[in-house]
């Protein structure tokens, strides 16, 4: 059941005639993690300090904290100087998004296209952001 690719489960729940039946069935198919538990396991993966990450996503150790707490939701653009501060790959920064409930990064977005560029490229937020004010897009932070 792991295994299902998306389309298939969602071909699956479109042609299930019980709610119930379906959620039952899949139920190990579904995402469980929260967004914090994914962000602490992706800090946890990296070699670097709370201080270090504030540091290197723009943002203070206090506003950080409460992130990592739970007292704080952050914005897309916060996450995103989250996971430019983390050096997470494409598909951590994909999940993180979708686990806070933002949209993911789509390419026809013209300023998603150069936050992407970034990404893949091992760019740092200030590289990335420097491309999008001059391409006058608002910046992540």
């Keep these: 059941m792991e295994g299902k690719k998306t389309n298939d489960l969602q071909e699956e729940l479109m042609s299930s005639p019980d709610l119930s039946r379906f959620l039952t069935d899949n139920q190990e198919v579904f995402v469980s993690s929260s967004f914090s538990e994914r ?45 430019f501060g983390l050096s997470a790959t494409l598909e951590e920064t994909q999940d993180l998004l979708k686990d806070s409930g933002h949209a993911p990064l789509y390419v026809r977005d013209r300023r998603d296209a150069i936050i992407l560029y970034g990404i893949l490229h091992g760019q740092t937020l200030n590289e990335v952001n420097d491309h999008l004010f001059y391409e006058n897009e608002p910046t992540l932070c």
């Design 39 to 83: 962000l602490q396991a992706l800090f946890d993966r990296r070699d670097i300090s709370k201080a270090a990450l504030a540091k290197g996503s723009g943002m203070s150790e206090v506003y950080l904290y409460q992130i990592f707490s739970g007292g704080r939701n952050p914005s897309r653009n916060r996450i995103l100087c989250l996971c």
